[in-house]
């Protein structure tokens, strides 16, 4: 079993910056891909950016491209997404998953909310 445990959510002010990390418990096959996705309230979960084991393949939704950088530390199993430019609308709990392929997610964290004020 792989545990994901998010951090670096928080509230902040339109326009600046977080960066959260995600900590995988053990390093196998289940996270050679990882990726972010993002829940507002009432609305479905949607993808946000993913990567896979060498980080040299990332995609992202066209809402955070240019403004959300997705990375990976694979001595410390662990993902990051540093998100800069932050808007009112990228408020939401956001969740790290794991799995072997991109878009094959196996196991998914708790979450953490991410809130932008105007």
């Known amino acids: 079993q792989v545990q994901l445990v998010e951090s670096g959510g928080g509230s902040v002010q339109a326009g600046d910056s977080l960066r959260l990390s995600c900590a995988a418990s053990?390093?196998?096959?289940?996270?050679?891909?990882m990726g972010w996705f993002r829940q507002a309230p009432g609305k479905e979960r949607e993808f946000v950016a993913a990567?896979?084991?060498?980080?040299?393949?990332?995609n992202y939704a066209d809402s955070v491209k240019g403004r959300f950088t997705i990375s990976r530390d694979n001595a410390k199993n662990t993902v990051y997404l540093e998100m800069n430019s932050l808007k009112p609308e990228d408020t939401a709990v956001y969740y790290c998953?794991?799995?072997?392929?991109?878009?094959?997610?196996?196991?998914w964290g708790q979450g953490t909310q991410v809130t932008v004020s105007s």
């Open positions: 998953a794991a799995g072997r392929r991109i878009g094959f997610y196996n196991y």
């Open positions: 053990v390093r196998t096959l289940s996270t050679d891909a």
């Open positions: 990567i896979t084991w060498t980080g040299r393949s990332t």
